[in-house]
């Protein structure tokens, strides 16, 4: 062979070598992260603990197992509620919660889980994703630390289990209640004594009578947490919480250190768990409300209109309490109220009358 083709093919070889050794090299070097996740939810919670394990599941099969997020319970890191405080100093990585947890820290976060009398999750999307109302609570965690992704939105929840029926708003006065968020200033209102309790802690407070009503979620969730054996009495609407949004919760300085190709698998698997598990709650709440009927002797009651109406004027008169006293509160409710503003033009064209079924 002459000398010119030997050094030609020695050449190939080389380049081919080179080749399969930097493919090599690329995958070695693959950015590994392992981080803890703690969630608010137990992992046999129907929707939402099912959701945080499915979304870090999705997250180390798109990376091929170098990005793997460990699903821990609740409280087996930190007490469920103080999330905000511990991801933000690093004691965490992360946590599968909502804001709404963190009224105590940052009331205005609120508004990023649900607002009372608030929009279907098309208008409460469009607001946060396009109109700019993440990018507001996105300026708002970093100075705590903070970076949230929208990672689970479920659909429209009840509003109150009760042991007898409520025949006037009256009969709230004195009433001890676990509610949520900022739900739970209206009820505050109409003279009702109310505590923020996570999942867990609910049934063993309604047995024992440390408190004598409730709100969690919806009837494929609450029919687990099992309040029909004490509350029969389960009312609809959930005018507080028309749709629900979870947050995927990240120590900023760990989230920023992410590749850009980490960073997009995480918003973008955040982003497909917050329509999936809206899905996936239509598609099954409808069942358990009959079942807790039909099985367990349940009344689904609806609040009248006045009724409605009465809860509506509290939920104003909070908005413009908390607004006039919290100037981050009005910041964010002003931004949420002009999107809706706006919004109402186009949602307004498109309503259709109960006639036409």
Request: aromatic share 12%; hydrophobic share 40%; glycine share 8%.
């Given at each position: 062979m002459r000398a010119s083709t030997i050094l030609k093919t020695l050449g190939m070889a080389g380049v081919a070598s080179a080749l399969v050794l930097g493919i090599g090299t690329t995958a070695d070097a693959a950015e590994r992260i392992k981080w803890k996740m703690q969630s608010a939810f137990g992992s046999t919670l129907t929707h939402l603990g099912p959701g945080g394990v499915k979304f870090v599941k999705e997250i180390k099969t798109m990376t091929d197992g170098n990005f793997d997020i460990k699903f821990f319970e609740p409280n087996a890191l930190i007490p469920t509620l103080e999330c905000f405080d511990a991801v933000g100093k690093g004691s965490i990585d992360s946590c599968w919660t909502t804001a709404g947890y963190h009224a105590?820290?940052?009331?205005?976060?609120?508004?990023?889980?649900?607002?009372?009398?608030?929009?279907?999750?098309?208008?409460?999307?469009?607001?946060?994703?396009?109109?700019?109302?993440?990018?507001?609570?996105?300026?708002?965690?970093?100075?705590?630390?903070?970076?949230?992704?929208?990672?689970?939105?479920?659909?429209?929840?009840t509003s109150g289990w009760f042991k007898e029926p409520v025949e006037s708003l009256a009969e709230l006065k004195g009433l001890k209640m676990r509610f949520f968020g900022l739900g739970a200033q209206v009820m505050q209102k109409l003279g009702v004594s109310t505590q923020?309790?996570?999942?867990?802690?609910?049934?063993?407070?309604?047995?024992?009578?440390?408190?004598?009503a409730t709100e969690f979620s919806m009837p494929n969730m609450d029919i687990k947490l099992g309040f029909y054996q004490i509350a029969k009495n389960n009312y609809y609407p959930g005018w507080h919480q028309q749709v629900s949004c979870g947050e995927f919760l990240v120590n900023k300085e760990k989230y920023d250190a992410l590749s850009p190709a980490y960073k997009m698998i995480v918003e973008v698997t955040s982003r497909s768990q917050a329509i999936w598990t809206y899905a996936e709650t239509e598609a099954e709440n409808f069942k358990a409300m009959n079942e807790m009927k039909s099985k367990y002797g349940v009344t689904?009651?609806?609040?009248?209109?006045?009724?409605?109406?009465?809860?509506?004027?509290?939920?104003?008169?909070?908005?413009?309490?908390?607004?006039?006293?919290?100037?981050?509160?009005?910041?964010?409710?002003d931004h949420y109220l002009n999107f809706r503003k706006e919004y109402k033009v186009w949602g307004d064209a498109q309503a259709l009358k109960p006639t036409y079924q």
């Amino acid at each position: 062979m002459r000398a010119s083709t030997i050094l030609k093919t020695l050449g190939m070889a080389g380049v081919a070598s080179a080749l399969v050794l930097g493919i090599g090299t690329t995958a070695d070097a693959a950015e590994r992260i392992k981080w803890k996740m703690q969630s608010a939810f137990g992992s046999t919670l129907t929707h939402l603990g099912p959701g945080g394990v499915k979304f870090v599941k999705e997250i180390k099969t798109m990376t091929d197992g170098n990005f793997d997020i460990k699903f821990f319970e609740p409280n087996a890191l930190i007490p469920t509620l103080e999330c905000f405080d511990a991801v933000g100093k690093g004691s965490i990585d992360s946590c599968w919660t909502t804001a709404g947890y963190h009224a105590g820290k940052v009331p205005a976060v609120q508004f990023y889980t649900t607002v009372p009398f608030g929009p279907q999750i098309g208008e409460f999307l469009a607001w946060r994703w396009f109109g700019g109302g993440d990018e507001l609570r996105d300026e708002i965690y970093a100075k705590y630390g903070l970076v949230a992704k929208t990672a689970q939105c479920i659909g429209p929840e009840t509003s109150g289990w009760f042991k007898e029926p409520v025949e006037s708003l009256a009969e709230l006065k004195g009433l001890k209640m676990r509610f949520f968020g900022l739900g739970a200033q209206v009820m505050q209102k109409l003279g009702v004594s109310t505590q923020l309790l996570a999942a867990a802690e609910i049934y063993p407070a309604l047995e024992r009578g440390v408190i004598d009503a409730t709100e969690f979620s919806m009837p494929n969730m609450d029919i687990k947490l099992g309040f029909y054996q004490i509350a029969k009495n389960n009312y609809y609407p959930g005018w507080h919480q028309q749709v629900s949004c979870g947050e995927f919760l990240v120590n900023k300085e760990k989230y920023d250190a992410l590749s850009p190709a980490y960073k997009m698998i995480v918003e973008v698997t955040s982003r497909s768990q917050a329509i999936w598990t809206y899905a996936e709650t239509e598609a099954e709440n409808f069942k358990a409300m009959n079942e807790m009927k039909s099985k367990y002797g349940v009344t689904n009651r609806r609040w009248n209109d006045d009724q409605l109406a009465t809860f509506e004027r509290a939920w104003l008169e909070v908005l413009q309490e908390r607004s006039a006293k919290d100037a981050l509160f009005k910041k964010v409710a002003d931004h949420y109220l002009n999107f809706r503003k706006e919004y109402k033009v186009w949602g307004d064209a498109q309503a259709l009358k109960p006639t036409y079924q």
